[in-house]
């Protein structure tokens, strides 16, 4: 499970980017990218990977996702299986918000949604019900509209409690940054998604920047609100979580193909940030997809 840089591409005509996915089914592609994702997921029932949680999701799932998060939505099945699933994704980088909230004093809310992104957002079904004819309205507007479609939305979201952050070990308020620093930090990032199955130490990754050591432990720390290896046990966590709930192979083959250099270290670690073990993980997640398909 290796997470791939994304690079989102513009088009000329907008400042944000729109993606309308119709699918029979989500596949596993765990990816990363500098742009916040605001993410509604409809006819649809799986296991949703954000950073180091792994959560079941069900129809009318509606994310807000800060810049740099691993994340993959992966799909079981369609709760109508006579329809497609539907996956509206939309795209906007920081540059972009920033200027949004300079140029209109009627937009700073968002400065505060934009932080609480940083730790992923997960708003109720009843709110995304409520917003899916804003949804709707992308699929044939114009570009101008599809623009003031997006603030309203971002509007709406910006003065609703009715949320759930998903991962408690991101940064809540990261530090801005540069390209420059976008640019290393993404050399890290690829670098850490490339290799986390390998020893990997701190001095080969410092070199790869051309940072001490301590330089790029303040660095990555600023950028990602936690250590480098803190990180990488989080990536690897995710591996296995993905091992366990993917797969019938053995606990000890997970905790190596995930990156861990003994068993125990593995269980310590799954138990100490998950608060179960890794064979009760996976009982879990085999008793969810065994239950009955509730009505759409």
């Known amino acids: 499970m290796k997470a791939q840089y ?106 505060r949604l934009l932080q609480d992104a940083h730790r992923g957002m997960h708003f109720s079904k009843r709110l995304a019900q409520k917003l899916l004819p804003l949804f709707e309205e992308l699929d044939a507007a114009t570009s101008m509209q599809r623009l003031t479609v997006m603030l309203s939305i971002l509007d709406k979201l910006s003065n609703t409690p009715d949320f759930q952050a998903i991962s408690v070990n991101q940064m809540l308020n990261r530090q801005d940054s540069d390209k420059r620093q976008q640019r290393l930090l993404n050399q890290l990032l690829e670098a850490i998604h490339d290799k986390y199955t390998e020893p990997l130490s701190i001095s080969e990754l410092a070199s790869l920047v051309g940072m001490s050591e301590s330089t790029l432990g303040r660095f990555f720390k600023k950028m990602m609100g936690q250590s480098v290896n803190h990180y990488i046990t989080q990536v690897r966590l995710g591996k296995g979580c993905s091992l366990l709930v993917q797969t019938d192979k053995l606990v000890s083959l997970i905790a190596e193909l995930s990156g861990f250099n003994n068993l125990s270290n593995f269980n310590r670690l799954f138990l100490k940030y998950k608060q179960l073990t890794p064979k009760a993980f996976r009982a879990k997640f085999a008793q969810t997809s065994s239950e009955p398909e509730k009505n759409a």
Do not use: M
């Open 6 to 111: 994304e690079k989102v591409p513009y088009n000329q005509d907008n400042s944000w980017q729109l993606l309308i996915r119709h699918l029979d089914g989500i596949p596993f592609e765990w990816h990363f990218h500098p742009e916040y994702e605001l993410t509604l997921t409809l006819n649809s029932r799986g296991e949703r990977y954000i950073g180091d949680t792994i959560s079941e999701y069900d129809d009318f799932d509606l994310v807000l996702l800060g810049p740099n998060i691993p994340h993959s939505w992966h799909s079981r099945a369609s709760l109508d299986p006579d329809k497609e699933q539907k996956v509206y994704v939309l795209w906007f980088d920081k540059e972009w918000i920033d200027e949004v909230t300079r140029l209109f004093p009627e937009c700073q809310a968002f400065r």
